[in-house]
Structure formats: structure tokens, C-alpha cells
């Protein structure tokens, strides 16, 4: 073994040494959190511990009606294990919120005992609903409510009621004697009061199922409801570094290490360079942007201006042989507001509270929209019909004569007109009427809603149908136009990304740039704090937001990195970015 370890790269001697060691955690039967940079390669050690189990336990597990848990935050990361390990009988693999539910559905009376646990605005709705009694608990996605025959839960409601269950002994023995294992894939954004009741009463007392982590909390940028690290004493969690990248060439590996020296990457080609260019607008002599409300614009570059810079930035490269293309390259602009404006969805950025709703398309409007008459209108220009009814879930449906043809032509005309020139509600009324296509179950829901509820005097309406309606009406006044927009940045078929698009994503080329737009983030503050050690403990967070966010932008690359700072720089803050980039930096 050791003759073969000498002979293959560093990466693969750093994986093949991690997965080594979650062999033996898994065999020791303990507990352990494997943490692995960016570019380590985590889902194939995952998916290696995986198999490892099935191998030690696979006859016992079928025999005894045993499972093990591998817990994802994306129906993709599902999708993704589940294929990688066959499907195989004794693996559970899904979302955190769709495996808490089929876990906790059937503890009817504990969920209802637990529902004044809730926060939002649950206090009220039972108020109004005479109490919780012997409502059957339901989990929908959509609004929540409670009747006298039932209670509808939000997702984030699943996660605080497995958390509650899971401190209650009795469920606690039930759920251990069916999932012994539990492995949890990017462990860092599982929300925090689950994380805690998960350490307090399986990792800290040892008893009950083993749990495995596979994560990196310096790639926590999802919010502050997630835990980031998860902690314990060192012979209750063991843990595992991963100190690979199978990503990035060897100039950007030296600049993560900079970063994080904590957790020293080795390259996979020590022979590779790679192209690492920085440039800053300090010397721009104009004047910057205020603060604004919020405190959100402060020092950075006139919107027209920061424009300009990212244009000459991408010639400059250009000259450098970068070869800039949605096919090559990808440009992180870091706050949404910003790319919203530039990608031309602005109204629907401005519409949803939470960017979730219409980036990952939790909102069934979005869903609805993007993934059904926008693949299904493409299919129909392109004049693939047969795309065209799988996409507007028709297979059945056959156009044979030419009469079926002129119908089709003359609705998907109609659809034509409105998508280019009406709102979401013009279009959605349009497919009430023509059912070309139909709506989907859960849009056909909302829209019967709708219309009740607009049927009733606005002095009549409980706060929950007022709230409903005003959200409804906002989405159907959206310009459709804006909807062919999203899908293209969804669909990755645009140079341009954000936060939510960079995370377990890499491109061959990146261009990040750097400026304000969100109080959340501010490059300036960060760089000047980039020595950990003089940071203070009430401002840890914010400079992990700031530090985690960075990090991830510059492990997306695999040949070359570039980051453009739109926002002023002060003095300190260069000194910082010399530290990390060296003599990379430049004058944009």
C-alpha cells in the first residue's frame, strides 16, 4: 500500500488516507464529521462510506428492516447518491424536510402537542381556530394554516418538530432501532436547532444512531438559521480532513491555502500553474455611491461605471486568452439585487421575500412557469412536438390530423402573444381556457383559492386569505417577459451567477466582483480583518459570512481566477489582499 500511495498524486494520496480513516470510524462504530474543502472531492468519500456500509451491514439491515440515512438538502445531491449507490434497498436518500416528514407523520398526537412550540405567527392561527384538538397534521409547501379538521405545516415547521421529537426518548428508541446510521451531506447547512439536538442527545451520549458528517463550514453561505461547524468532544466526533483538491490548479490551491492554512490542500497536478489576476478601482477619481438606506452602496462605483469595468476586465482577459463564454467562464456577481438588474428579472427579485422561492423555484408559480411553459414553448419553436407534450406532461396526446395542428398553432400564437407582451396572470388565464397545458395540481390550488378569495369583500377576508391574495396579485402582475430571464440564469445558459449559483459548482474560468449592494457584505471590512486573530468575538459572524462567501467564490475555478473589486479598498484592506494574492493585484 505504501509503494502505491508513493506513486500516485498528492490528491489521491490525501483521499485515499481520509477514506481510509471513515473506514475505521465506521467500523469502531463512532461517530465522525469528515471535513472537506472545496474541490476535495466529499460526495465520492460519501458515497465510498456508503458502500462500505452496505458491504458491513447489507444482510442484516434486509433481514431486521434496518435503514441507512444519507440526509441531502437538494433533490439533485438526492438524486445524485441514489444513482451512485444503485438505489439499494437498505440506503434512504432524500431531502432533510421530505425524510423528517415521512419520519414524523405518523406521531399525530406528539405534533399536535408540540404545535405551541411554533413561531411565526401558529399562536394566532390557533387562536382564531378554536385550539389544536384532533386536526389532522398535514405538510404542504404551500401557505400554512389550521381548520377545525386539519393543520397544514410549512417546511420550516417540519424541521423545528423532528428537532422537538428527536429529544423525546421514546421516539428517539423507535427512530435509532430503524436507522442506525445516519449520514448527513453538507452538514454545515443543516438548521441549527437540529444540529443541536442531534449532538446533544446521538453524538454526546454515544448511544442511539451513529452519525456521520460530510461537510465544510467555510462553505456555510446560506443563512444564519444554518449551524456551520458542528462541534463535540474529540472521542465522541471524530474528525477527518480531507486535504485534496481534484479542482483547481496548483497558483489558485496556493491561494486557498492561504486562506484557510488550517486545512492544507494538496493539487492534483503539482506540474499544473493556473492563472490567478486581481484588479482593484481605487484610483477611479470620481465620485462613489452613498450608503443609501441600509447602509448597502457605501464606497462602491457608480452602477454605470462598475458596468464599464467588468467590460474592460473581460477584454483585458480576452487578450490574456481567457476566451470568455458562457461555455468557459463564469462571472460571480455576489449580491442578487445586482444581478437581478443586469439578467433583467428585477421584479420578480423585488416580489419574493426569500430568493429561494423563485431560484430553486420552491414558489409553485415559478416551478410551474420555468419548468413546464418555458421548456415546453422552446420545444414548440424549435417544432419538436413530441419535447413540446413531454414537457407540458401530455404524452398521451397525439397531433395526427391537420386539424389537431391549426388548434395547437392557433393556442401556442396566444401563448406566444402574452408571453412577450402580458403579465403571469394574463398567461396563466390564458391556460385556464386553452388547458394547453393544463395547470399543475398545486397552481390549480393556489388559483382556486385565488379567485374565492377575490369574491369576497376585503373587509371580510381573515388575515391569512388577506396575506394570500396580496401575494398572489403581486406574482400575477409580474411581466412574463421577465420568466424566459430566469430560466436562462436557472438553466446556467448565461455568463452571469450569484451566491446561490456558485456553491458545489466549478467553471474553467471565474471572474468574481467585489462591490456593495448588501449590508450583509463588505469586502473592505473583511480584507482588513483577514488575520483571524484580530477578530472580534461580536463581530465573528459577520466576517464568517464575509470569509465563507469569498472562499467559495475563489475555489470555483479550475485554471483561472479573477476578482474585480468594484468597492474602495482602504489601506489595510490591501494589505490583506497582498497577503493572500501576492503580486497578482493590479490596477483595474
Not at 405567527?121 to 389550521?146: C, F, H, M, S, T
Request: aromatic share 10%; net charge negative.
Amino acid at each position: 500500500m505504501e509503494q502505491q500511495l508513493q506513486e500516485i498524486n498528492p490528491a489521491e494520496k490525501a483521499s485515499i488516507e481520509c477514506i481510509n480513516k471513515v473506514y475505521e470510524a465506521i467500523d469502531q462504530n463512532l461517530s465522525f464529521r469528515v471535513e472537506a474543502g472545496a474541490g476535495a472531492g466529499k460526495t465520492y468519500t460519501l458515497i465510498k462510506a456508503l458502500k462500505h456500509l452496505i458491504k458491513k451491514y447489507e444482510g442484516e439491515f434486509i433481514k431486521n428492516h434496518k435503514k441507512i440515512v444519507c440526509i441531502t438538502y437538494t433533490n439533485v445531491a438526492k438524486d445524485e447518491i441514489q444513482s451512485r449507490v444503485d438505489s439499494h434497498p437498505i440506503i434512504v436518500a432524500d431531502t432533510i424536510h421530505a425524510f423528517a416528514w415521512q419520519v414524523i407523520q405518523c406521531f399525530q398526537q406528539p405534533l399536535r402537542d408540540r404545535m405551541s412550540e411554533l413561531d411565526g405567527d401558529w399562536e394566532e392561527r390557533i387562536k382564531q381556530a378554536g385550539g389544536v384538538n384532533k386536526q389532522k397534521v398535514k405538510y404542504d409547501l404551500g401557505y400554512p394554516k389550521i381548520t377545525t379538521d386539519e393543520i397544514y405545516l410549512h417546511h420550516n415547521d417540519i424541521i423545528k418538530l423532528f428537532a422537538s421529537l428527536i429529544r423525546d426518548d421514546k421516539f428517539r428508541r423507535i427512530f435509532s432501532s430503524k436507522y442506525p446510521v445516519v449520514l448527513i451531506d453538507e452538514y454545515q447547512d443543516t438548521n441549527r436547532g437540529l444540529a443541536d439536538a442531534i449532538v446533544e442527545t446521538f453524538i454526546e451520549t454515544q448511544s442511539g444512531s451513529r452519525i456521520g458528517l460530510f461537510g465544510d463550514h467555510w462553505q456555510k453561505i446560506y443563512g444564519s438559521e444554518a449551524c456551520g461547524l458542528i462541534e463535540a468532544d474529540a472521542d465522541k466526533l471524530i474528525v477527518i480532513g480531507k486535504e485534496a483538491n481534484f479542482r483547481s490548479d496548483k497558483n489558485i490551491v496556493t491561494v486557498l491555502n492561504r486562506m484557510r492554512p488550517e486545512l492544507p490542500q494538496q493539487e492534483c497536478d503539482p506540474n499544473s500553474q493556473g492563472d490567478v489576476v486581481v484588479y482593484h478601482t481605487n484610483d477611479w477619481q470620481g465620485i462613489r455611491r452613498s450608503p443609501g438606506p441600509g447602509g448597502h452602496w457605501g464606497g462602491d462605483l457608480p452602477a454605470q461605471q462598475a458596468h464599464n469595468y467588468l467590460e474592460i476586465t473581460k477584454d483585458k482577459l480576452n487578450h490574456k486568452g481567457w476566451n470568455i463564454s458562457p461555455d468557459t467562464t463564469k462571472i460571480l456577481m455576489l449580491t442578487n439585487n445586482v444581478l437581478a438588474s443586469e439578467q433583467g428579472y428585477q421584479t420578480i427579485n423585488s416580489t419574493f421575500r426569500y430568493n429561494d422561492d423563485y431560484l430553486k423555484l420552491n414558489d409553485p408559480y415559478m416551478d410551474f412557469l420555468v419548468s413546464t411553459i418555458e421548456v415546453g414553448a422552446e420545444a414548440f419553436r424549435e417544432q419538436k412536438y413530441g419535447a413540446m407534450l413531454d414537457a407540458f406532461g401530455l404524452r398521451t396526446v397525439k397531433i395526427r390530423t391537420h386539424a389537431d395542428k391549426e388548434v395547437w398553432q392557433d393556442n401556442m400564437a396566444r401563448l406566444e402573444e402574452v408571453r412577450n407582451n402580458g403579465t403571469i396572470g394574463n398567461v396563466i388565464d390564458l391556460l385556464k381556457v386553452t388547458k394547453r397545458p393544463r395547470l399543475s395540481p398545486k397552481l390549480e390550488e393556489k388559483e382556486a383559492r385565488f379567485e374565492g378569495i377575490s369574491k369576497i369583500d376585503t373587509a371580510d377576508r381573515d388575515e391569512d386569505d388577506r396575506n394570500f391574495f396580496e401575494k398572489t396579485s403581486r406574482i400575477r402582475s409580474i411581466p412574463y417577459k421577465e420568466i424566459p430571464n430566469l430560466s436562462a440564469y436557472i438553466n446556467d445558459q448565461t455568463l452571469y451567477s450569484t451566491k446561490h449559483g456558485v456553491k458545489g459548482a466549478e467553471f474553467e474560468n471565474v471572474i468574481v466582483v467585489l462591490g456593495r449592494g448588501w449590508n450583509h457584505y463588505n469586502w473592505s471590512s473583511f480584507l482588513e480583518k483577514i488575520d483571524q486573530a484580530n477578530v472580534a468575538e461580536d463581530d465573528r459572524d459577520t466576517f464568517e459570512r464575509n470569509r465563507n462567501l469569498f472562499y467559495v467564490a475563489c475555489s470555483r475555478p479550475r485554471k483561472r481566477l479573477c476578482l474585480l473589486f468594484t468597492q474602495e479598498l482602504s489601506v489595510s484592506a490591501m494589505e490583506g489582499l497582498r497577503e493572500l494574492f501576492g503580486d497578482t493585484i493590479n490596477i483595474a
